[in-house]
């Protein structure tokens, strides 16, 4: 049948298992909009308040479930504001497809009202992009767009397309959903070197980041470590991979990883690692890094292979299957010492821990609010964050239970991510969200308040408000002689509850632990959104830390102010 290409990108997307999109509209795009129009009841769309917001939604979404989170944003502008999202999808390997319009064809290259060349502004931040110039590609471009995007390592794609190409008509024949390509399989002497090094090992650390964390290998990784008498650890992106309630997981390494999981790294003398890409707030000084251990690295790209740290065995291609035949051909095995010493790490975690707790006297700290969500969140609950201080409270603290329910910026760091996302993963799984902000990084993107109200997607804000950009502020404390150069926004004179009411949300204000775990009960209950103002200390540091190009060596556990 005949259709404009309007409706054929509609008729794809359906075609691909589409069913949530996000975006604005502009003139660009409003024969795209016009088609979803009179597909509604197939597609729903969620109208941001912004296109950066969509494009985080539509990152949201797909973190929560695995699906390719889709958005769509006009020309010019429009498209720009889609870039901060676009690069922080390509940087935590999310797949998403971003579809723009353009000017006709014969307007391109004269700087035409609301031009902009934005395959070539996205390139470097797209697995792959299209410009498509010609209605008889369109199709097949969308869809080649759904299997890059979910093919090996995951990413975004962006399909530009312009006004005339939407209008034009042409022949469409649905088609299956877009198959992922295939990835090559380890070699048996790969596996066979593998397994030698795991077998020998005898403090074995098994080390999982976003790649593991993606394609939901937590059940076959825990067996594994039982096999092997290993412990767990993690990236900041593979928080959610491992349940808090086994354990052999001692949680996330790093930077601020916790102490146990950072300490085990650096002891161990065997370093599995499954989608991880060891970065530098992983690594911190690469010369110093895991000294004592032979590595493995299992990855989808083979660019990750070497690419921070050398490896002692390096196999690219279909990680599940590379994981799979090292398990089964490896030996089950105890490391008695290893246990002992593992056990020893926790208890030293513990005590450091109790003394950062006993050392603060304030009526609000970020633990006391990490107990209160602990005990008071659905097992099913997503726990989505911005970046700062209170995303590593929280990937310190928040126990998860299920894979796929924290959603969180880590490689680009994007502050303004929080609210979009939250409200992406919201609606793709309908589950009960949790957005835990900070009052800088909630700034940047509030106005999504609108959407949530709008659209009746009940998200729970916890703002954790010390008046001070808090991660900047620690490090002007830390290394910087407490110069405190622009990062305190007490000037600043937002009353967040009247700005919560004011988009149609309730809000509460909070300075105690009873008051706060009040208020995260109602809202819970309410099914509405809500913004919690969590007035804490200003002087609250996350610990432990690795100071920049430091080591474990120099890793700080004590409260500095």
């Not at 969308?142 to 034009?168: C, H, T």
Request: aromatic letters at 8%; charged letters at 20%; glycine letters at 10%.
């Amino acid at each position: 049948m005949k259709l404009t290409g309007a409706e054929i990108i509609i008729k794809t997307l359906i075609e691909q298992g589409v069913t949530d999109v996000f975006g604005y509209p502009g003139g660009q795009v409003i024969n795209i909009y016009d088609a979803l129009y009179k597909d509604k009841d197939k597609i729903n769309h969620i109208l941001t308040a912004h296109e950066q917001g969509a494009a985080h939604a539509a990152d949201g979404y797909s973190r929560a479930t695995g699906k390719v989170g889709v958005c769509i944003a006009t020309s010019g502008p429009g498209a720009t504001n889609l870039v901060t999202g676009i690069a922080t999808a390509m940087l935590d390997s999310i797949p998403l497809v971003a579809i723009t319009g353009n000017v006709p064809c014969s307007l391109i290259g004269k700087d035409s009202f609301q031009e902009i060349d934005i395959t070539g502004i996205t390139l470097p931040i797209t697995k792959h992009n299209y410009f498509v110039n010609k209605i008889e590609d369109l199709a097949d471009s969308i869809r080649e767009a759904f299997s890059i995007a979910k093919s090996g390592r995951p990413g975004p794609v962006l399909v530009d397309v312009p006004k005339d190409v939407q209008m034009a008509l042409y022949d469409y024949e649905p088609q299956p959903i877009a198959p992922k390509i295939p990835l090559p399989l380890a070699t048996a002497s790969e596996i066979e070197r593998a397994v030698a090094l795991v077998n020998e090992a005898k403090r074995p650390y098994i080390y999982i980041g976003g790649g593991a964390a993606g394609l939901g290998m937590g059940k076959e990784i825990m067996d594994f470590a039982d096999k092997i008498d290993a412990c767990i650890g993690c990236t900041f992106m593979g928080l959610s991979a491992i349940p808090d309630g086994c354990d052999r997981f001692l949680g996330m390494q790093g930077m601020h990883g916790n102490y146990a999981s950072s300490m085990a790294q650096n002891e161990a003398d065997l370093i599995i690692g499954i989608g991880v890409r060891f970065s530098d707030r992983a690594t911190g000084n690469v010369a110093k890094y895991a000294k004592k251990s032979k590595i493995i690295q299992l990855d989808p790209d083979f660019s990750e292979i070497n690419k921070n740290v050398n490896v002692d065995c390096g196999i690219v291609g279909d990680v599940e299957y590379s994981f799979k035949e090292i398990a089964k051909a490896c030996a089950s095995k105890k490391n008695d010492e290893w246990t002992q010493r593992i056990s020893a790490l926790k208890a030293e975690e513990e005590k450091f821990e109790k003394e950062i707790a006993d050392a603060s006297n304030a009526s609000l700290s970020p633990r006391m609010v990490f107990d209160v969500i602990n005990a008071s969140k659905p097992k099913d609950t997503v726990i989505v964050t911005d970046v700062g201080q209170h995303q590593m409270w929280t990937a310190q603290y928040v126990k998860f239970d299920n894979t796929r329910r924290f959603v969180s910026s880590g490689g680009l760091g994007t502050m303004g991510f929080g609210l979009g996302a939250a409200i992406g993963a919201r609606v793709a799984t309908g589950d009960t969200t949790v957005l835990i902000t900070g009052d800088g990084s909630f700034g940047m993107n509030l106005n999504e308040l609108a959407t949530a109200v709008s659209h009746n997607i009940p998200v729970v804000i916890v703002l954790m408000n010390n008046g001070v950009l808090g991660m900047v502020r620690q490090w002007q404390t830390l290394f910087f002689g407490a110069r405190y150069s622009n990062t305190v926004l007490t000037d600043r004179k937002t009353d967040f509850v009247k700005l919560a009411e004011a988009f149609g949300a309730i809000g509460y204000r909070v300075r105690t632990q009873a008051e706060f775990e009040d208020a995260f009960k109602k809202a819970l209950a309410s099914g509405q959104t809500v913004v919690i103002d969590t007035i804490i200390d200003k002087d609250e540091f996350v610990l432990p830390m690795l100071p920049p190009g430091g080591s474990i060596d120099d890793i700080i556990t004590k409260l500095q102010k």
